[in-house]
């Protein structure tokens, strides 16, 4: 069966959330794509010092702002798929 990696990137600002999917044809895509969108995020974010990262893995990156994440977060992770039809 033939494999999609998947990027979802995720957010809440000011509890006005979006989503943003994004399909790749191999690991190395999605992986590049996500590294770049943590390196940003991190960038845009963490260095006003109201931000915190919650979560950096491998595959999954989720920051917050502190003590308020359910308010304010940006979260992203690559997941592999089975195209079906």
């Given at each position: 069966?033939?494999?999609?990696?998947?990027?979802?990137?995720?957010?809440?600002?000011?509890?006005?959330g979006?989503?943003?999917?994004?399909?790749?044809?191999?690991?190395?895509?999605?992986?590049e794509?996500?590294?770049?969108?943590?390196?940003?995020?991190?960038?845009?974010?963490?260095?006003?010092g109201?931000?915190?990262?919650?979560?950096?893995?491998?595959?999954?990156?989720?920051?917050?702002?502190d003590?308020?994440?359910?308010?304010?977060?940006?979260?992203?992770?690559?997941v592999?798929?089975?195209?079906?039809?």
């Amino acid at each position: 069966m033939k494999k999609v990696y998947v990027l979802i990137d995720e957010g809440c600002f000011d509890y006005e959330g979006s989503t943003d999917v994004r399909v790749y044809e191999n690991y190395k895509n999605a992986k590049e794509d996500f590294e770049d969108s943590r390196e940003q995020l991190i960038a845009d974010w963490i260095d006003d010092g109201s931000w915190v990262i919650d979560e950096d893995d491998e595959d999954y990156f989720s920051i917050g702002e502190d003590g308020y994440y359910a308010h304010s977060h940006a979260s992203l992770m690559v997941v592999e798929k089975d195209i079906l039809y």
